[in-house]
């Protein structure tokens, strides 16, 4: 019986060695080819996508999260795939306020960075839209269920400028509306927001009075609901 030399199996390994450098070789310069490529069309589709020029923007990104790859180099592919989604998502925001619909204006944008990335520029687009709207509407604009819904953590978050003069009264207003509609938990909720970031304020006094009726009538409830 004939035995197969180390030699001989060295040399049948070195078409397996070859074949497998070569593919090595082809996959390491579609991979470089595939990063210029990615990365160009990554940056005209953020160039697009920062004037909100959502359709140039998609089909540069599209090109960049369809194309293959072994590893996404630069992390383009997962860029291009967080812009084209911010790019649509902001559009909606963006057609309320042009409808002139404040309130829901300002809910999809908060909506928006509550949604996406604090890094993106479009967040920062929608932090500073939700801060002009509020300082340039008038008072009674903002009185509204979807403002009331919201109005304590665009105050936590610093979305709106907490010394804006309009802010306290607006507490009041949804406190007492969500009050009206018998939503005492809502109501509650709002005036200790108030006493959280206006502990000076004139109306404490009068809202501390209001608020503890309100948990007395909330205990009251809950202890019927027990019985």
């Known amino acids: 019986m004939s035995r197969i030399s180390p030699t001989d199996n060295r040399q049948s390994r070195r078409p397996c060695l070859k074949i497998l450098c070569l593919l090595l070789s082809m996959a390491t310069v579609y991979s470089g080819a ?6 160009n069309n990554y940056k005209k589709g953020h160039a697009a996508y920062k004037t909100l ?5 998609a089909n540069y990104f599209d090109s960049v999260i369809n194309q293959w790859r072994l590893i996404d180099f630069g992390g383009y592919a997962s860029l291009a795939y967080q812009e084209k989604a911010e790019c649509f998502d902001f559009k909606k925001a963006l057609a309320q306020q042009k409808s002139g619909n404040l309130s829901q204006a300002i809910f999809a ?12 520029v479009l967040v920062k687009n929608a932090r500073d839209r939700i801060k002009s709207l509020f300082e340039n509407s008038e008072a009674t604009a903002l009185e509204n269920p ?3 819904n919201i109005i304590i953590e665009l105050n936590q978050e610093k979305l709106i400028p907490k010394t804006d003069p309009k802010l306290p009264p607006l507490y009041i207003y949804c406190g007492e509306n969500y009050t009206v509609n ?16 206006y502990p000076n304020h004139a109306l404490v006094p009068q809202v501390k009075t209001v608020l503890a009726k309100l948990l007395v009538a909330q205990a009251q409830e809950e202890g019927a609901k027990n019985i």
């Open 34 to 39: 595939g990063f210029y490529l990615d990365r």
């Open 53 to 57: 020029d959502c359709s140039v923007a």
């Open 109 to 120: 944008y908060k909506t928006f960075v509550d949604n996406h990335d604090t890094n993106s």
């Open 146 to 148: 979807e403002i009331c």
């Open 182 to 197: 018998g939503s005492n938990h809502q109501a509650a909720r709002i005036y200790e927001g108030f006493l959280d970031q």
